[in-house]
């Protein structure tokens, strides 16, 4: 029994940092407790205490007792005859209260295997009680930490002296981790419920990517460069908005880094996520036209009574700028804190549709007929009679939806039209000199 306190004692003191007092305290509650359920009737008693001789390993048990007079002691367990009681004072007397050791004789390893699991429950609770004390204050910073094991889908992280959990909520999807993996952490909050203290980390936190950026970029830590915004889709994509009152700092310049080496770090650390940093500005146009690059805004309007902010982009640009299944639209909505709305530009579009029904109204006026008609083959490539009549009579028909009769009426009418357009030619009239030359030879004929 000696050997196991002593122990016990000076385990709990260097490997978990709970002060030897703690521990004394906790197993003199775990021993009374332990003497409370092997001696029959023990709970009867109202003050009793242990004492532990924390050099020797040697525990007693001590009851606070009443004195009362021999013939009127019932209650062994809270009384002590006046007799006995004068044995050790002499000038006891009745209703005095007196402490006795009350050790049973086998109370050695019994007890401490009966003492042993009240006396670990008291020194978890005291083990949170410093944790709680240590990190109360320490929320919202970064810590270090192993992967020590899983509960479902929870992961318990080794701290050195404590254990934190990661919750499942707070976890990167696309990460895995392994029992003994080095991880770093943004501590959420110390919780102190019911169960006790307990730190909740993350590492899908927006707050873990600023707590990044301070600790890397130094303007950002002395506010040279403030962090306006951060919006994160952990795991895959997070814009940053940085803005500085100083016109000789570029902040985006700053958190890149020389050679980009700055947000390297902090890309490498959140696992090859991608990070956006955009130059914040008071304009809202010139902030939503950052974060939407590389994309290129064709038309901007807000609606400030909503909130909402409708932009539009060139049909090659869409893809970009609403990103993979919608990511970099609602990435720029969460930064901006307006509802981002883009669609395609359909300006050009309309542009063009006009020039084309102007060029078919000229082919239906050139031609004699329908401008719905005109607009099929001005589209199938006949943007002048002259083409019409280049255009296979198959190919024709095929473009007025298979209207044989009518592809060839528009082929004739066309065709007239290029033939009416061309000058006959006809044969020069004979000159006065050929007509004179001529006589001669007829005559000579003759």
């Known amino acids: 029994m000696t050997n196991d306190i002593v122990a016990l004692i000076d385990f709990y003191e260097r490997e978990k940092a709970i002060t030897r007092e703690r521990v004394v305290e906790a197993l003199e509650y775990a021993f009374t407790s332990a003497y409370r359920r092997m001696v029959p009737g023990a709970d009867a008693i109202e003050i009793l205490r242990a004492e532990i001789d924390t050099k020797k390993g040697e525990t007693k048990i001590f009851a606070d007792l009443e004195v009362v007079a021999d013939d009127d002691h019932q209650d062994k367990f809270n009384e002590v005859p006046l007799s006995l009681a004068q044995k050790r004072n002499s000038e006891a007397v009745v209703g005095d209260r007196m402490e006795f050791n009350v050790t049973p004789k086998n109370f050695g390893r019994i007890a401490v295997q009966t003492a042993k699991q009240t006396m670990m429950q008291r020194l978890r609770l005291a083990e949170k009680e410093m944790m709680y004390d240590e990190f109360k204050d320490r929320a919202g910073d970064i810590v270090s930490g192993s992967v020590r094991r899983f509960e479902k889908n929870d992961v318990m992280i080794d701290l050195g002296k404590f254990e934190a959990r990661m919750p499942s909520r707070e976890r990167v999807s696309t ?82 880094g020389l050679r980009g080496a700055r947000v390297k770090n902090i890309v490498r650390e959140l696992n090859n996520e991608k990070v956006d940093i955009i130059r914040w500005s008071e304009n809202l146009q010139d902030f939503v036209t950052d974060a939407l690059k590389p994309a290129i805004i064709r038309s901007f309007k807000a609606n400030e009574e909503d909130k909402v902010i409708h932009v539009t982009v060139d049909e090659e640009d869409l893809s970009k700028a609403i990103g993979r299944r919608g990511q970099n639209a609602r990435l720029t909505s969460k930064l901006v804190g307006w509802d981002v ?40 490539g006949g943007a002048t009679a002259e083409l019409v009549t ?21 082929l004739g009418k066309a065709q007239q039209k290029i033939g009416g357009a061309e000058s006959p030619q006809e044969d020069p009239a004979p000159t006065p000199e050929a007509s004179e030359d001529s006589a001669p030879a007829e005559e000579a004929q003759q």
């Open 175 to 256: 990460e895995d981790y392994n029992v003994g993996d080095r991880i770093r952490c943004y501590v959420v909050a110390v919780d102190n419920d019911t169960r006790g203290p307990e730190i909740i980390l993350s590492r899908s936190h927006p707050a873990f990517v600023r707590r990044l950026f301070e600790a890397e970029v130094a303007e950002i830590s002395d506010r040279t460069v403030e962090l306006k915004a951060i919006a994160r889709e952990a795991g895959y994509r997070t814009k940053v908005a940085v803005g500085t009152n100083d016109d000789k700092v570029d902040p985006v310049g700053a958190c890149v």
């Open 341 to 380: 709305q883009v669609r395609k530009d359909e300006s050009q579009h309309e542009q063009f549709e006009a020039r084309v029904a102007g060029a078919a109204m000229s082919l239906a006026d050139e031609l004699g007929i329908d401008p719905l008609i005109a607009d099929k083959i001005f589209r199938a």
């Open 390 to 410: 280049q255009m296979p009579i198959e190919y024709l028909e095929s473009a007025l939806e298979g209207d044989r009769e009518l592809a060839e009426e528009i």
